[in-house]
């Protein structure tokens, strides 16, 4: 509702503001209509004055122009002149050109003339030094490959000692290898036959322990005989002589039946009756499973699995060590490629005596075998230096004779081109004169220079008389008076449409009763207001009242949410130190957890730390209901996830927490409850 009026209120005020503006607007229009009117009427005599202006300026522009006309034609002359000038020059230049193209061919003729006759001795001793290069290379190659041969006969050696030492290393794998294998076999075998594991044990020990239980049951479900004495007397319990001394008690549980005996005075018989046959068959039940469980598993006993699965669990740790050692020495292969490496090595050894040469003797082991292989390499490398540095003599001499060879060469050639040269320059000069002498030629270019003068005289003196008439500033004002006019007819144009426009508006607006509608909208504006005004001083109470209730809602949520949340912590800093903090929800729940200033979410944390975190919730909760009475706090077998080191600091916190309430623990793992201090503990058998 609150909405609505003010939207309302909010429309009507648009109606207002609309009809002002329409108002306004209306009063605007009718003084642009006037002002308009009064400018077109100042506009017109303006336009005249533009348009004579205009004439004008065009009649100058068009006598400037005749003149950039005639200027062009002169400049187009002079260009036609320059250009004959210019082929005339050039005409002289290439005569000059061949004339001095001739004397240098002579000269160079001359000098390679020179340059030939003298390379020629030269060039015969560099053929001799060659042929005695040539000649030492041949004998380091032969030193060369001598040498080489002598370390292949070294690095056979080497080899050879060598595969005797591998071979006895691989004869000692193979066996290593063959004893794993035969261990790998017998655990397998072992592995095969037994039909024991960890879950079939874990089935017979639950079996065994629900038949431990159901024989506990019976044997707690039975009649009970208590004897108080009254004064220190001797009594027998099925033969077994008791003392009790005066105020003390002994209890006994009948299973099937129990004799009481008091020395010279009476035998008392209690018999269990028919109060224990369910319990008996519990117990024959839980006997039936765990004999089937056993003979499953080929074993007489719980003891008997036991001893079978830790005999099962060496199995396969036999397994998995033998598998390593055949793998270490196998390696990357398999037995099959380790006896034939086997066999290779032993074929070479047998091969390599009968191919090698008597001389010189092999050695006797492989330390001195290496050493001979290091000296024949040292000596190889000697004579490989000595060969490279023959190669590299016979090359530099090789090619000093190639270089003075290749430079003959080319001088015989340069000298019969120069020669060719020098004809072909006297032949071009003698056939040019014959065409035309240099005379003529010079004459030529004397008389285009002249007439390229003349023209470019008359080309300056029309540019003078151009420059002098300003054709830009001409040219400028002419376009500026027909840019002035447009612009002029332009705006006269802009004038007429907007008064049409405005006059058009002035005669729609005229009927439409403005000022009634805009007092009609005032009024509408005005009740809309009061209404609204109004409406917020309830919407007003309403949300104090929905605030109150919010707040006293979040104070007496806070009464109980703040005390739960400290005694949590109080109680969690016994486990997880100072730093620790949680959040909680609305609901009581716990949503995080802060440790050492990191939060983790609740559903983030280890199932041990949530198992924590919920015991001491509530025990929080238990302390706190305890001012008013309390009710016991009852475990069934908890912190069953929590590992010893907790599990003693959540002793702690049983202990302190014990000391304002009552609690309970149900536990068949007694020593996981050890450290709980003041602790009363009670067996149930």
């Not at 193209?101 to 560099?126: F, G, M």
């Not at 540019?463 to 500026?480: G, M």
Request: glycine fraction near 4%.
């Amino acid at each position: 509702e609150l909405d609505e009026a003010q939207r309302a209120r909010e429309q009507a005020g648009g109606e207002v503001d609309s009809s002002q503006r329409e108002l306004e607007n209306l009063e605007a229009d009718l003084e642009r209509s006037a002002s308009l009117a009064s400018e077109l009427e100042a506009r017109g005599p303006r336009i005249s004055e533009l348009k004579a202006d205009v004439h004008a300026r065009a009649a100058h522009w068009e006598e400037v122009s005749k003149l950039s006309q005639a200027l062009v034609a002169l400049r187009d002359r002079w260009k036609a002149e320059d250009e004959a000038q210019k082929n005339a020059r050039r005409e002289e230049q290439e005569r000059e050109a061949l004339a001095t193209s001739l004397k240098e061919a002579e000269a160079t003729y001359a000098r390679l003339r020179e340059d030939h006759q003298a390379s020629v001795p030269a060039l015969e001793d560099a053929k001799r030094a060659s042929e005695g290069k040539l000649k030492d290379l041949a004998g380091a190659t032969d030193a060369a490959e001598a040498a080489a041969d002598a370390v292949k006969l070294r690095r056979g050696d080497v080899d050879f000692l060598r595969d005797q030492l591998d071979l006895a290393q691989f004869r000692e794998r193979k066996a290593r290898a063959d004893a794993a294998l035969e261990a790998v076999r017998e655990a397998e075998k072992s592995l095969t036959e037994s039909r024991i594991n960890d879950e079939r044990l874990a089935q017979i020990q639950d079996a065994h322990l629900k038949l431990e239980r159901a024989r506990a049951q019976r044997e707690a479900g039975g009649p009970t005989v208590e004897i108080e004495a009254l004064a220190d007397i001797a009594v027998e319990l099925d033969d077994e002589p008791v003392s009790l001394s005066h105020g003390t008690s002994t209890q006994r549980n009948v299973v099937d039946s129990l004799a009481v005996t008091f020395p010279r005075l009476a035998r008392l018989e209690v018999r269990a009756g028919t109060s224990l046959e369910a319990h008996d068959q519990a117990v024959a039940q839980a006997q039936k499973q765990l004999r089937a469980l056993c003979t499953e598993a080929g074993v007489e006993t719980p003891e008997a699995a036991v001893e079978a699965n830790d005999r099962r669990r060496e199995s396969e740790r036999t397994l998995r060590q033998q598998r390593d050692v055949l793998r270490d020495n196998l390696r990357d292969l398999t037995a099959q490629e380790l006896e034939q490496k086997i066999e290779r090595a032993e074929r070479r050894i047998r091969a390599y005596p009968q191919e090698r040469p008597s001389e010189p003797p092999l050695p006797d082991d492989l330390s001195t075998a290496k050493r001979l292989l290091e000296e024949a390499e040292v000596a190889a490398a000697g004579a490989q230096r000595g060969l490279e540095e023959a190669r590299r003599g016979h090359e530099l001499s090789r090619e000093h004779r190639d270089r003075l060879q290749k430079n003959h060469v080319e001088a015989s050639v340069h000298l019969n081109l120069a020669e060719k040269e020098d004809e072909r320059a006297r032949e071009k000069l003698e056939r040019a004169r014959r065409g035309c002498s240099d005379a003529v030629l010079q004459q030529r270019h004397e008389e285009a220079t002249e007439k390229a003068r003349q023209a470019r005289v008359q080309l300056e003196q029309a540019e003078k008389r151009l420059a002098a008439s300003d054709p830009e500033s001409v040219e400028l004002l002419a376009r500026n008076a027909r840019r002035a006019l447009e612009g002029a007819e332009e705006e006269m144009r802009k004038l007429r449409d907007e008064q049409i426009e405005v006059n058009a508006r002035l005669k729609d607006r005229g009927q439409d009763g403005l000022s009634e509608r805009l007092d009609q909208a005032r009024t509408n504006l005005h009740h809309r207001l009061q209404h609204l005004v109004a409406l917020r001083r309830r919407a007003a109470a309403a949300r104090l009242l929905h605030d109150t209730m919010l707040a006293a809602r979040d104070t007496a949520r806070r009464a109980y949410v703040a005390p739960l949340r400290e005694r949590i912590e109080k109680l969690g800093r016994y486990v997880f130190g100072d730093s620790f903090a949680i959040s909680m929800s609305d609901d009581l729940a716990i949503e995080a957890r802060t440790l050492h200033g990191r939060t983790v979410p609740f559903r983030r944390l280890s199932t041990g730390t949530k198992e924590q975190l919920s015991l001491i919730s509530r025990l929080a909760c238990a302390t706190i209901v305890a001012e008013d009475g309390g009710v016991p706090v009852i475990l069934d077998d908890a912190l069953g996830n929590t590992d010893p080191q907790r599990q003693a600091e959540m002793s702690a916190v049983l202990a302190v927490t014990g000391r304002e309430c009552q609690i309970i623990i149900l536990t068949c793992t007694p020593d996981r409850y050890l450290y709980v201090g003041d602790a009363q503990r009670v067996t149930l058998s």
